[in-house]
Every structure is written in structure tokens, then in C-alpha cells.
């Protein structure tokens, strides 16, 4: 999921912690963190011009007269400036070293504090961080775009080791909670679709109300994936849910969320009026060990729409079976 949502992962690089036993997810994530920082430190380490300012007995930069009057610089001959330093001391390479940093005091094995250990030579003269004030809204480039990956790790640690953190040691809680869970399987997905089906256009979208009236104070309807094919004029909006539990039970009955069943619904029909194709809806669950699982194909008002139950907890073949049969369910039923 980490590969595809995030797009750097690379199978060579990754592929031994593939067979790899890991105490807990911390303890795996700390193995990812270190691998990419291996992989980083042999392309390069992100660098930036940062504005350092010191005293000098040759002139460099800009003369700072009111530091060098207060601290009497030129009585040593010397001068206080400012002057742009390209260094390694950057931000990303901060967040890494303040992360290394914690981990090293966590819940995760030997063998993974001794390898992170082993990395912070390299950052020696990086600075550390403050870990409740990091800024994690990081714009990257086509140089940096390899550092998104482990920036959206660090985020995941640093949420959940710091949140358990007591007399200097930080240990495990179950930081991948619904929410974070349910936002890297949405773009886990989306991902996968656009990888591996570019001939159809998959993204998020807004969908306008068919209404009239004032519209201010409706809500936007934004879908989490948009698979549109417009040779076949056809749509698939797919809702994914990832909860600690997919049916609700009630009068010792189980059924859908209600809640997702009228969201999906409401996508498909307002898409429609805008539309003069084939609008479909389905809701994407991750599997829980729940004994009873959605699948189920519906025609409602007209309607196809579709809940089924991904089981993230198998051989990637066969999650990869699962989506691509979403895709020849709804626009290739003739090759099902």
C-alpha cells in the first residue's frame, strides 16, 4: 500500500524486507526508514541554502554592523555576517534525524536501532527537531520527490510514539488508527488504478447538486475515486471504507452503514444528471475478521452498484486479482 501510494518504493531496493519477521509495524517501519535512507545516501542527500551567521576576518555575505558594534568583532579584526550556506542541514533531513532519533528510544528491535545508529554519522551536522512543532506540509519537487515516502513514514511514527511517550522512552501504540488507515487505503487505490489502467481517467472529483435554489449550504460531494472510461462513456465511482467494522448490527440483524449506502447513492444520482452515459457506484471495504463480509451487486433507481470487501491481509496477486476484476466487472462484463 506504502508503494503505490506514495510512488518511490522500488522493488529492488524494498525487496528483502519483504521476507523479513518484524516485532510490531514500528519495528517494520524503522526497516523501511533505514533502507531508504541507505537508498538516499547513494543518490544524495537533500541540501538547501540555509543563512548562517558568524564571526568572519574576512568579509562574506552581509555585514551584520549592530551584532559585530555589540560584540566588539573588530577589536578580534573580525566581522559578524550573514552569508547563504548550501548544506545538508535542510528540513527533510532534519524530520529524518529527529525520527531516527526517536526510534532509537522506542519500542523496536536491536538489529534496527543498531542499523539507524550506524546512519547517523551522515547526519551529524543536522540539526534536531522538535517533534510537536514540525511542519509536515512539504512541498516536493523532481529532486526531492524520493524523500515523500519516508516524510509520510515519519508522520505515521511520530503521531504514534509520541502520543506513548513516558520517563524518555517512547513504546508502541496502535498508531495506524481508521482515520490515517482509511486515507492511506483510499490512495492505495487510487494509485493502482492510475498505474495500472491509464487508459481510464482515475481521480478524486467534486459532484455538483442537481438542484435548484440557493446551494450555498449544501455540502460538497467530493468522491474518493472517479474511474471514468470515455470510449465506453462510462463511470465507476468507487467510495473506499476502511473500519474496524464493515457491517453494523442492529436487532440481530446485520446491514450496511446506512451512512455509506445514501453517500454512494448520492454521488451516482447527481452524477447522472450531468452525465449522458452509464453511472455505476460502488463501496470498497477493506476485510475485517468479521464472520459476515459486504458482497453484493444492487441495481437501485436504475442504478448498478456494487459492495465488495478487499482482503488486505493476502498475497499482493491476489489483491491485484480483486481490483483488476472491479475493472471487468463494470466496463469489460464480457470478459468476466
Known sequence: MLSYAYQVLTQNGYKHIET??????????????????EIQLKKYLNREYITETSELSTLRGKIEINDSINQMSFLKKKLVCSYDEFSIDSYMNRILKSVMLLLIKSDISRKQKQGLKSLLIYFSNVQVLDLHHINWKIRYNQNTQSYQMLIGICYLLVQGLLQTQKNGSSKLMVFLDEQRMSHLYEKFVLEYYRKHFPEFNASPSYV?????????????MKTDITLTDKKQNKILIIDTKFYTHSMQYQFDKY???SGNLYQILSYVKNKESCFSGEVSGM???AKTDETVTPNQNLKILGNNFCVRTLDLNTEFSQIKNELDGII???FFPAKR
Open 20 to 37: 523479513e519477521s518484524f516485532e510490531n509495524i514500528a519495528d517494520m517501519f524503522a526497516a523501511i526508514i533505514q533502507r531508504g535512507i
Open 208 to 220: 455538483e447538486w442537481a438542484a435548484d435554489g440557493e446551494l450555498q449550504y449544501l455540502p460538497a
Open 255 to 257: 446491514s450496511y452503514h
Open 283 to 285: 463501496l470498497l471495504y
Open 328 to 330: 471487468n466487472c463494470f
